[in-house]
């Protein structure tokens, strides 16, 4: 069965320092997200794209989160610089329509510590 | 404001007991209401929706919009239940998903 893959599954980065995680989608899903999960709490929705279009960024801290998703397939997330507060669990998800509605598939995440 | 409220972080219930786990949402529309469980060491994955009106493993939820809620009820827990759940919806005509906080719910032997 398919699955969204992503790497690395753990990273440790120093603050001010770059990172970058990387997500491959289920083939021929032309929906895809990115979520940063702090611990305790839900997903929280950073970034979506239709294709290779951006659709919805509203929540990402762009002075230091970018998202590019160049040929609509697998994407990159970037922090540059790491602060602290970005330690959490970045999870990537792809979605596309069966039946009776659209159903997100996520992959298992990324386990961000900056120190 | 789009909101999901899961007021309960923990809920611990005895095996064979009745399971109810809280979901309210604000939402100006109709939105779609999702249940999503990720259980220990595996990844996040739907649950059940509301519009399909089904059961999965045992699990059933209903949308009451007078009420705006969606909770996700089972009559006889099971171990294998043990596992955070997540309530979600998305707004009608939209892909954007907004999730509560979660609820872990412990089934105990």
């Known amino acids: 069965e398919a699955e969204v893959a992503q790497s690395p599954r753990y990273k440790i980065t120093e603050k001010s320092q770059a990172v970058a995680f990387w997500c491959d989608p289920i083939?021929?899903?032309?929906?895809l997200y990115w979520y940063r999960q702090i611990l305790g709490q839900g997903p929280e929705l950073l970034v979506q794209?239709?294709?290779?279009?951006?659709?919805?960024d509203s929540q990402l801290p762009k002075d230091r989160f970018s998202a590019e998703r160049l040929k609509g397939v697998d994407s990159t997330l970037k922090i540059q610089p790491a602060e602290l507060g970005d330690s959490a669990m970045y999870l990537c998800?792809?979605?596309?329509?069966?039946?009776?509605?659209?159903?997100?598939?996520f992959g298992p995440g990324t386990r961000l510590t900056v120190t | 404001a789009q909101r999901v409220t899961q007021p309960e972080k923990l809920l611990s219930v005895f095996k064979g007991a009745p399971v109810e786990l809280k979901c309210n949402y604000s939402?100006?529309?109709?939105?779609?209401l999702f249940w999503y469980v990720q259980y220990s060491r595996q990844r996040l994955q739907l649950l059940l929706r509301h519009i399909s009106r089904e059961s999965i493993k045992g699990f059933t939820a209903d949308l009451n919009k007078g009420e705006t809620s969606f909770h996700l009820k089972k009559p006889f827990a099971q171990e294998e239940d043990s596992a955070m759940y997540y309530c979600a919806l998305k707004g009608t005509g939209t892909y954007k998903y907004i999730f509560g906080t979660g609820t872990r719910l412990k089934v105990l032997a």
């Open positions: 998800a792809s979605s596309s329509y069966l039946g009776q509605g659209y159903e997100q598939y």
């Open positions: 083939s021929g899903h032309a929906t």
């Open positions: 794209f239709q294709d290779e279009s951006v659709v919805d």
């Open positions: 939402y100006s529309g109709s939105p779609e």
